[in-house]
């Protein structure tokens, strides 16, 4: 197997190129193998590369309630009353620590990305 880091833009323009190709290779095989490493080295240079913003904690919300089908109501164990929820997701009430536990535990959005101040939020 003879791989090299991703250090520049033809390295992982070739990279994703042999990904292409070793899609369907199994696991445990020589292929499934280098496909493994190849996805790990240019998801490394894509980290450092093409770093990706966290999203506005409200829209995270948002997104995952729709992804759940969620309501409003559905929320209020993890924000309170219903006029909290529609406030938060209205940008009027910023988020609290133990919203943010609650929402992260039971929604399972990721708390760095709670804890990031809205670009929205009223102060």
């Known amino acids: 197997m003879d791989i090299k880091p991703i250090r520049t833009k033809t390295d992982y323009k070739a990279a994703l190129k042999d990904i292409e190709g070793l899609m369907t290779a199994r696991a445990n ?47 209020q164990p993890m924000i309170g009353g219903l006029n909290r929820v529609y406030e938060v997701l209205n940008y009027t009430r910023p988020l609290t620590l133990s919203m943010i536990r609650r929402l992260h535990d039971g929604l399972g959005i990721p708390a760095e990305c709670l804890i990031k101040p809205s670009q929205r939020q009223v102060a």
């Open 29 to 75: 095989t020589q292929e499934g193998e280098r496909l493994d490493v190849l996805v790990t080295l240019v998801e490394a240079y894509e980290r450092k590369h093409f770093p990706m913003e966290l999203p506005d904690p409200i829209e995270a919300i948002r997104f995952r309630m729709e992804s759940l089908g969620l309501k409003p109501k559905d929320l």
